[in-house]
T-cell receptor, first 114, second 117 residues
Framework: AQSVTQPDIHITVSEGASLELRCNYSYGATPYLFWYVQSPGQGLQLLLKYFSGDTLVQGIKGFEAEFKRSQSSFNLRKPSVHWSDAAEYFC????????????FGTGTKLQVIP | GAVVSQHPSWVICKSGTSVKIECRSLDFQATTMFWYRQFPKQSLMLMATSNEGSKATYEQGVEKDKFLINHASLTLSTLTVTSAHPEDSSFYICRIRDGRIMNTEAFFGQGTRLTVV
């Protein structure tokens, strides 16, 4: 069965600083990997996804993530954080079929300070 | 614009009553719908998967008689929490996709905050 670990429950960064959110997955085959963002009381918005090909994927809002098979990781990065990035971020892994059944990590809450 | 409409966004109900949550696809045919619940400070837990015209498949530990799912059309799925109790208070989110096309994106609804008092 697939699983996802997000080691950091809560991260605080200063506005303008760089950001990296960690994600480790467990899956027997080539995974389908996602990052979602959730603002308070809202649904989830897809930031980016990895299905195959280039291991560095670009997403919306200036985010990117790198798939590292050797480390079973799919960390999310942003060079310069904006106050509006404060939200909860979820990493997810899917089985074959991409958007079918996906398993979500426990989330990382990002706080941005001025 | 939004492709999924979930209503209501929040609801408060008395213990023992039933609550219906609707999830509508606005722009495409939602052949597959997923229902999740999210407890405070926790991740999303898949409750059930439904395909249009078929009975929903429930995850282990989810009571199908308590959480009734109806996916009678390609644009609408409903989740009914029957005889709700305070422990059912949670954030419920639908996720929909057109399963006939490979690797099409699935979209989330805005979520419904259910509080049972």
């Amino acid at each position: 069965a697939q699983s996802v670990t997000q080691p950091d429950i809560h991260i605080t960064v200063s506005e303008g600083a760089s950001l990296e959110l960690r994600c480790n997955y467990s899956y027997g085959a080539t995974p389908y990997l996602f990052w979602y963002v959730q603002s308070p009381g809202q649904g989830l918005q897809l930031l980016l996804k990895y299905f195959s090909g280039d291991t560095l994927v670009q997403g919306i809002k200036g985010f990117e993530a790198e798939f590292k098979r050797s480390q079973s990781s799919f960390n999310l990065r942003k060079p310069s954080v904006h106050w509006s990035d404060a939200a909860e971020y979820f990493c997810a892994v899917g089985a074959s079929g991409g958007y079918q059944k996906v398993t979500f990590g426990t989330g990382t809450k990002l706080q941005v300070i001025p | 614009g939004a492709v999924v409409s979930q209503h209501p966004s929040w609801v408060i109900c008395k213990s023992g009553t039933s609550v219906k949550i609707e999830c509508r696809s606005l722009d495409f045919q939602a052949t597959t719908m997923f229902w999740y619940r999210q407890f405070p400070k926790q991740s999303l837990m898949l409750m059930a998967t439904s395909n249009e015209g078929s009975k929903a498949t429930y995850e282990q530990g989810v009571e199908k008689d308590k959480f009734l799912i109806n996916h009678a059309s390609l644009t609408l799925s409903t989740l009914t929490v029957t005889s709700a109790h305070p422990e059912d208070s949670s954030f419920y989110i639908c996720r929909i996709r057109d399963g006939r096309i490979m690797n099409t994106e699935a979209f989330f609804g805005q979520g419904t905050r259910l509080t049972v008092v």
